[in-house]
């Protein structure tokens, strides 16, 4: 079974930019939430979604958003890009209403220039 | 507010000898943790789990122990080898928010050395 995608791996973009990253989860997984890595501020939850509708939200500002599709698959958009939203950005797929282990994606790591 | 912490950021062990990974966490309505193991720009791939109505889970080289009076957990690795070297998090969710949202440790950077 395929794990969780993510695309693309790596890209650059800059300040006021805004750029969008896409995750297919694992075959079956319904439940696709998004997590930032930085150095400073560690994993952090940013949002969850299932059946297209997000369930749960971290304490991020509003330029990050998301959507999930009717084939589950997600994306995550981040507007007005800052230099501090460099970071390792994690995709999960978990099953869903007994998914209570999350497999994580590879990440796309954003840098902001 | 850090919820869960993971005190020790580096640990040295030989091969063949016990790792002790180590994880506190503050938020009493925790009921499901995890770790993974994480190398850079990668992302974490998960080892164990363990729920709160137990103490104990052995998968394999990787057992997890869970004393919840204390709020700890523990990751006991045995016998430890080289490529186990990464950084260990520890992470926590609830029934109550929902499993998918982890709350992660600040990671343990394990180094095993032949």
């Known amino acids: 079974k395929a794990g969780v995608t993510q695309t693309p791996r790596y890209l650059i973009k800059t300040r006021g930019q805004q750029v969008t990253l896409s995750c297919s989860p694992i075959s079956g997984h319904r439940s696709v939430s998004w997590y930032q890595q930085t150095p400073g501020q560690g994993l952090q939850f940013l949002f969850e979604?299932?059946?297209?509708?997000?369930?749960n939200k971290g304490n991020f500002p509003g330029r990050f958003s998301g959507r999930q599709f009717s084939n589950s698959r997600s994306e995550m958009n981040v507007s007005t890009l800052e230099l501090g939203d460099s970071a390792l950005y994690l995709c999960?797929?978990?099953?869903?209403?007994?998914?209570?282990?999350?497999?994580f994606g590879e990440g796309s790591w954003l840098t902001v220039v | 507010d850090q919820q869960v912490k993971q005190n020790s950021p580096s640990l040295s062990v030989q091969e063949g000898r016990i790792s002790i990974l180590n994880c506190d966490y503050t938020n009493s309505m925790f009921d499901y943790f995890l770790w993974y193991k994480k190398y850079p720009a990668e992302g974490p791939t998960f080892l164990i789990s363990i729920s709160s109505i137990k103490d104990k889970n052995e998968d394999g080289r990787f057992t997890v122990f869970l004393n919840k009076s204390a709020k700890h957990l523990s990751l006991h690795i045995v016998p430890s080898q080289p490529g186990d070297s990464a950084v260990y998090f520890c992470?926590?969710?609830?029934?109550?928010?929902?499993?998918?949202?982890?709350?992660f440790g600040t990671g343990t950077r394990l180094l095993v050395s032949p």
């Open positions: 979604y299932f059946s297209e509708t997000q369930r």
């Open positions: 999960a797929s978990s099953e869903d209403p007994s998914g209570n282990t999350i497999y």
């Open positions: 992470a926590a969710s609830t029934m109550n928010t929902g499993f998918q949202k982890l709350v």
